[in-house]
Nanobody, 114 residues
Framework: EVQLVESGGGLVQPGGSLELSCAAS????????MSWVRQAPGKGLEWVSR????????SYAETVKGRFFITRDNAKNTLYLQMNSLKPEDTAVYYC???????RGQGTQVTVSS
């Protein structure tokens, strides 16, 4: 079964850090470009970061550049998003996405609040 399962979300204070994980099954994350996207309350889907299939091209939205870092562990078939210096405006449900297919997981909630 082809599946994406995100985890690692939670409540964190402004300035804190979280690492999100996205475990894939049914396909290899190294065979596809993968992205993280997020949806804040009452807003549309926002692209956050992308890693290409080769793993050597990383890109970030301007709103997270320098604070968020996307990585991939091919042996674990898992995608990660390290989020540092979190801000209240980063509050959203975060999804990993298999690009080109448009497949997403169920998402993980990140709430940044004091």
């Amino acid at each position: 079964e082809v599946q994406l399962v995100e985890s690692g979300g939670g409540l964190v204070q402004p300035g804190g850090s979280l690492e999100l994980s996205c475990a894939a099954s049914g396909f290899f994350v190294s065979s596809y470009a993968m992205s993280w996207v997020r949806q804040a309350p009452g807003k549309g889907l926002e692209w956050v970061s992308r890693i290409n299939s080769g793993g050597d091209m990383l890109s970030y939205a301007e709103t997270v550049k320098g604070r968020f870092f996307i990585t991939r562990d091919n042996a674990k078939n898992t995608l990660y998003l390290q989020m540092n210096s979190l801000k209240p405006e980063d509050t959203a449900v975060y999804y990993c996405r298999r690009d080109g297919i448009g497949q997403r997981g169920q998402g993980t909630q990140v709430t940044v609040s004091s």
